[in-house]
């Protein structure tokens, strides 16, 4: 680091020596692991590439339908482009979705019916899911449960899937259609599954009962590995576009992939049964998602390092954080357990004073729809709850844990993590 950039550093945000010293420390420790995700992101990179090149992609293709969207060649070439790089039959990308938990409640009330059973493997889902399954306090609001359709859970055991549980549920309850693998920690305290242990979950699955559909939430997962959940026998996938795969350009939207069948069924609850995803016009932001797409495995990348970064920084400074630095990752989120109510704010509060948007804004916890708890997020995105863009959240329970995920550069992401550790060092 520059001297200049030092002295700045410490005149402007506050950043002392001594987290300076750390920050120095911790770049030497992270070396290793930035040249091994630097090969992935390669990798990455020319797979959408020559995706992209495959389908002939041209600016004709940057379309601004209006009305029904019939024949949009711009939306369904980007899907061929979407079905090349997840190894799919067939998928739904549209900007229609307002975000990964729309297009998940899609997928699965597409493919669920009355009297069907939806089994989640890997525990509780991502808090926003409950209201879908029907396991929060609301009511009338036609959740699954409302709709006749069952849910079951089996809790992880250690961090991992309970082999004998599913099996055991499998065989006895004909009624489970769909098996819920949520691939990122979501609000919990475990590693995020690696897509090696997503393979083993869906042979293990399928050696069972073939007829069940494997659904995969693959939010903050794309990009991050040299293959996608899809590329290992998941039936059914879905995630956000202002998430990895929009690369920070992309300004809504979410995507479904998977078998041809299961994707169809899930066009008919994005629009109405009979008219699925041939109709829906996207408003001028085909350029947007195909270039957010292009530059998405460089993007996934940087808000890694960032990750891997306030791991190892914050570890040094004595949190307690998942995963640890060196730990291989399938997602972009690092947690950090400050067991400190007031810590949690301040870290939060940190990360916005770093942001580029809404910097002079304290965040605060507040009541936030689909959350049980209290929320805390920082989020100064350009993109409204873009979190590929530096951001962090939490819930406001013990033992107080910060989610902290994006970056759209390594250059900004640390920087913004030097300063929300410089804000709870001073308390």
Known sequence: MLNATKELYKSNYGISDKILELYEITLKDIDEQFKMYDEIREYNQSKVLMALQNERISDIHFTNSSGYGYGDIGRDAL???YC??????AALVRPHFVNGTHAIGTALFGNLRP???MLSICGTPYDTLHGIIGISNETNIGSLKEYGINYKQLDLVEGKVNFKSIKSEL????????IHIQRSTGYGWRKSFLISEIEEMIEFIKSIRKDVIVFVDNCYGEFIDTKEPTDVGADLMAGSLIKNIGGGISPTGGYIVGK???????????????IGGECGSTFGVMRQLFQGLFLAPHISMEAVKTAVFAARLMELSGFEVMPKFDDKRSDIIQAIK???KDLLINFCKGIQKG???DSFVECEPWEMPGYKDQVIMAAGAFIQGSSIELSADAPIRDPYIAYLQGGLTFDHGKLGVLIALSKIIKQ
């Not at 065989?171 to 769909?178: A, F, N």
């Not at 041809?260 to 009979?274: C, D, H, I, M, W």
């Open 115 to 117: 009297n069907d059973t």
């Open 171 to 178: 065989e006895t309850d004909k009624s489970i259609k769909l």
């Open 79 to 81: 899907e061929k482009v």
């Open 355 to 357: 942001s580029p948007i």
């Open 84 to 89: 090349s790089i997840f190894n799919a039959e």
């Open 338 to 340: 400050f067991n400190d």
């Open 260 to 274: 041809e069948e299961y994707v169809k069924q899930a066009s008919f609850r994005l629009t109405v049964p009979g």
